[in-house]
């Protein structure tokens, strides 16, 4: 009897556990930078890697799959952040919601901007574009945040933008995965473990 109720506990102890630990690292300060810097470096690599290594289309269906869940979980895990915030939220993380809000806008406008003068979408032209305004958004949060760690990555994620002008698409994606490794994930790493000491 008592072993019975012990198993029926136990998926309730996995999933509380699994809510505190998802709490405990979401809450921290570059919990979001290391999370959608993962994601979106894993999003940027594997396009790269896709178009450069010759791979079965299993694997590559795979990847992308793989991808979209990482997406759909870091997404998830942003809602839940902006839900339950423990504290009231600061001026700062306002500021910080409308830059990111208005580049999201932004690379929309890009699009059908583009398309109304070219008429088509040239996507050689249109992703280093896209890495400038995000490199002006992480700077702006950068700002935002007095953080020098994410003001310098988005700033090398603004010379990187300039790099991919000069390459392929493919190579820009490369370009873009390096930004991302430098303007998201090690920034929110060093803040991540700096809050932890």
């Known amino acids: 009897m008592e072993s019975e109720q012990h198993q029926e506990e136990q998926p309730v102890e996995v999933f509380s556990g ?104 040239n996507f050689e032209l249109q992703h280093p574009i896209y890495m400038v305004v995000i490199a002006f958004a992480i700077v702006v949060s950068g700002g935002i945040l007095r953080y020098p760690f994410l003001l310098a990555g988005g700033i090398i994620f603004g010379i990187l933008a300039y790099v991919a002008s000069l390459l392929s698409l493919t190579d820009q994606l490369l370009m873009e995965a390096i930004g991302w490794l430098v303007a998201f994930i090690l920034p929110g790493h060093i803040r991540y473990y700096r809050h932890k000491n």
């Not at 921290?28 to 993962?38: E, K, M, S």
Request: charged share 10%; hydrophobic share 55%; aromatic share 14%.
């Open 18 to 121: 699994l809510s505190r630990l998802i709490q405990h690292f979401v809450f921290r300060p570059g919990a979001l930078l290391i999370l959608w810097g993962w994601v979106m470096f894993y999003s940027y690599a594997m396009n790269y890697l896709t178009q450069k290594i010759l791979m079965a289309s299993r694997t590559q269906s795979l990847l992308g799959n793989l991808g979209i869940v990482l997406g759909a979980v870091a997404f998830i895990i942003t809602i839940f952040y902006l839900l339950r915030q423990a504290k009231p939220v600061a001026k700062q993380e306002i500021y910080i919601r409308y830059v990111w809000v208005s580049l999201l806008v932004s690379l929309v406008l890009i699009n059908l901007i583009q398309y109304n003068v070219l008429q088509q979408i």
